[in-house]
């Protein structure tokens, strides 16, 4: 049965930092801050993952407190939502995400960022959607304040088995 699974991600742009999304560093003059690389983009698909699972979120097996994640790549956390896929015999469907920033435009990027998702998750890219939009200079993403990204995941799970009692 194929179940779905939800994820929404934010994160402050600042001066000094690289911004990655998706696996992909973009030029910038900012980019986003986090305790690991702060892919705004990897997090969302990796909370959608977990959420289709029933599992908590990202922040539960990779707390920001534990300095093993401190400028993690976030292909990490991809891999470990796959491998809890595996471990529960589910198969990713496909995940499809939505970045949404005002600036830079991400367009050019998207084909690398569904490379590097579909190789974190081994599922094929036409697995992968992404789409990029601005918030029309509304609000904090507007003035460029920050990044967000939502997602949603399709997870085939077996059938649970009965328990009786
Ligand atoms: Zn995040």
Request: net charge negative; proline share 5%; aromatic share 4%.
């Amino acid at each position: 049965m194929v179940h779905t699974g939800i994820g929404y991600d934010v994160h402050q742009l600042v001066a000094g930092r690289k911004l990655i999304l998706g696996g992909v560093e973009i030029p910038h003059t900012k980019g986003l801050d986090g305790h690991s690389d702060a892919d705004v983009l990897m997090h969302a698909i990796c909370d959608a993952i977990l959420g289709a699972l029933g599992e908590e979120d990202i922040g539960h097996f990779f707390p920001n407190t534990d300095p093993r994640w401190k400028g993690a790549p976030s292909k990490v956390f991809l891999q470990e939502a796959a491998r809890q896929a595996k471990f529960r015999e589910a198969r990713i469907v496909n995940v499809d995400a939505t970045i949404i920033a005002q600036e830079p435009k991400v367009y050019p990027h998207i084909l690398e960022m569904k490379r590097h998702i579909a190789e974190a998750l081994d599922i094929s890219i036409q697995r992968v959607g992404i789409k990029a939009t601005t918030n029309e200079l509304m609000g904090f993403i507007g003035r460029g304040e920050g990044i967000a990204a939502m997602a949603v995941a399709g997870v085939d799970l077996p059938e649970p088995k009965v328990i009786n009692g």
